[in-house]
């Protein structure tokens, strides 16, 4: 009688397993984020656009978080473990971790976003034909830090001396420097950069920055800068300085300007790219695309504050004026 219950059961149990393999057996994709961007924002992208696509954290996609907004040391051996892990895609924030990703394989596919100048440096053979296994967005830094210094310029048309404050031992961030500088050599303007990669050294350069002497400032797209905001807006408006920042979250820090992509639209981007991998396409297959859309922003509160007159050619092109 056990015996016979037991073959039963056992046929029923198989039946089951055969007669529905897309649910018993399917596979939930693995998803490695590999960051060294501002969590809040890239994290509500990112999820934004895999829900878009039908995509539930912890229903039918599962991401293994690895975040560093301190220490980018950290960012290789984070990636050598994802990659252990055998995740089905990497996805990337910023140039730095993009670089520690596909130095760590060569095989799982690999997403980056908010990345300067990913053929400048060397991420992807060009952005028609990546040419590996990693492909992804490009917030174009070297041409929007060039643009920041015109806004600048528009700003205080008789600034002569301008400090640029930016973590030049990033890749992407000095090239972006260089461009930078060629363009204020063309508009007969001093540049005076100073590196920051941590806190301490933010903290340094505000210091050592001779704010008397100064007619403005230029702030790279850096998540030091971004993590340190709050102390370098106050240093800038301490000085009543005119300056540009690069994103629009430099605002809650009480910034005049800001022209810059939306990074949470950038990690919504990256999910298209995830959702097109896991159903087949090759990242050397896929082109590398160029954020299409930039916003300025500008606070007239605190033009107003610091005794800056915005010209109303400026507040004309801006997306968003805040009264």
């Given at each position: 009688?056990n015996?016979?219950?037991?073959?039963?059961?056992?046929?029923?149990?198989?039946?089951?397993?055969?007669?529905?393999?897309?649910?018993?057996?399917?596979?939930?994709?693995?998803?490695?984020?590999l960051?060294?961007?501002?969590?809040?924002?890239?994290?509500?992208?990112?999820?934004?656009?895999?829900?878009?696509?039908?995509?539930?954290?912890?229903?039918?996609?599962?991401?293994?978080?690895r975040?560093?907004?301190?220490n980018?040391?950290?960012?290789?051996?984070?990636?050598?473990?994802?990659?252990?892990?055998?995740?089905?895609?990497?996805?990337?924030?910023?140039?730095?971790?993009?670089?520690?990703?596909?130095?760590?394989?060569?095989?799982?596919?690999?997403?980056?976003?908010?990345?300067?100048?990913?053929?400048?440096?060397?991420?992807?053979?060009?952005?028609?034909?990546?040419?590996?296994?990693?492909?992804?967005?490009?917030?174009?830094?070297?041409?929007?830090a060039?643009?920041?210094?015109?806004?600048?310029?528009?700003?205080a048309?008789?600034?002569?001396?301008?400090?640029?404050?930016?973590?030049?031992?990033?890749?992407?961030s000095?090239?972006?420097?260089?461009?930078?500088q060629?363009?204020?050599?063309?508009?007969?303007?001093?540049?005076?950069?100073?590196?920051?990669?941590?806190?301490?050294?933010v903290?340094?350069?505000?210091?050592?920055?001779?704010?008397?002497?100064?007619?403005?400032?230029?702030?790279?797209?850096?998540?030091?800068?971004?993590?340190?905001?709050?102390?370098?807006?106050?240093?800038?408006?301490?000085?009543?300085?005119?300056?540009?920042?690069?994103?629009r979250?430099?605002?809650?820090?009480?910034?005049?300007?800001?022209?810059?992509?939306?990074?949470?639209?950038?990690?919504?981007?990256?999910?298209?790219?995830?959702?097109?991998?896991?159903k087949?396409?090759?990242?050397?297959?896929?082109?590398?695309?160029?954020?299409?859309?930039?916003?300025?922003?500008?606070?007239?509160?605190?033009?107003?504050?610091?005794?800056?007159?915005?010209?109303?050619?400026?507040?004309?092109?801006?997306?968003?004026v805040?009264?």
């Open positions: 009688m015996r016979t219950l037991l073959l039963v059961a056992l046929a029923s149990g198989l039946w089951l397993v055969h007669a529905s393999p897309g649910t018993a057996q399917e596979k939930i994709p693995r998803i490695g984020f960051s060294y961007c501002v969590s809040s924002f890239d994290e509500q992208g990112f999820k934004q656009g895999l829900r878009e696509l039908g995509y539930l954290e912890g229903k039918n996609i599962v991401i293994e978080w975040r560093f907004l301190e980018p040391a950290q960012l290789r051996g984070a990636a050598d473990a994802l990659v252990r892990s055998k995740v089905d895609v990497l996805v990337t924030c910023s140039t730095p971790a993009t670089r520690a990703a596909l130095d760590a394989t060569k095989t799982i596919p690999i997403v980056f976003t908010a990345t300067g100048d990913p053929v400048g440096t060397g991420l992807v053979a060009s952005l028609a034909n990546p040419g590996a296994n990693g492909t992804g967005v490009s917030i174009q830094n070297p041409e929007l060039t643009k920041r210094l015109d806004l600048l310029r528009q700003l048309p008789r600034a002569r001396r301008v400090v640029y404050l930016s973590n030049l031992s990033s890749r992407g000095a090239l972006a420097m260089k461009t930078t060629a363009a204020a050599n063309a508009l007969n303007i001093r540049l005076q950069a100073y590196s920051i990669r941590n806190a301490a050294e903290d340094a350069a505000l210091h050592a920055i001779p704010w008397g002497s100064i007619d403005g400032v230029l702030v790279g797209a850096d998540v030091v800068a971004l993590s340190q905001g709050a102390e370098i807006a106050q240093a800038v408006r301490k000085a009543r300085l005119p300056a540009v920042f690069p994103w979250q430099f605002h809650e820090y009480g910034v005049l300007m800001s022209y810059g992509p939306d990074s949470r639209e950038l990690m919504r981007r990256g999910a298209y790219y995830v959702d097109k991998i896991l087949g396409a090759k990242p050397s297959d896929l082109p590398v695309e160029q954020v299409s859309k930039v916003d300025l922003v500008i606070d007239l509160r605190v033009a107003r504050e610091l005794g800056i007159k915005v010209a109303p050619e400026l507040m004309y092109r801006a997306d968003e805040m009264r």
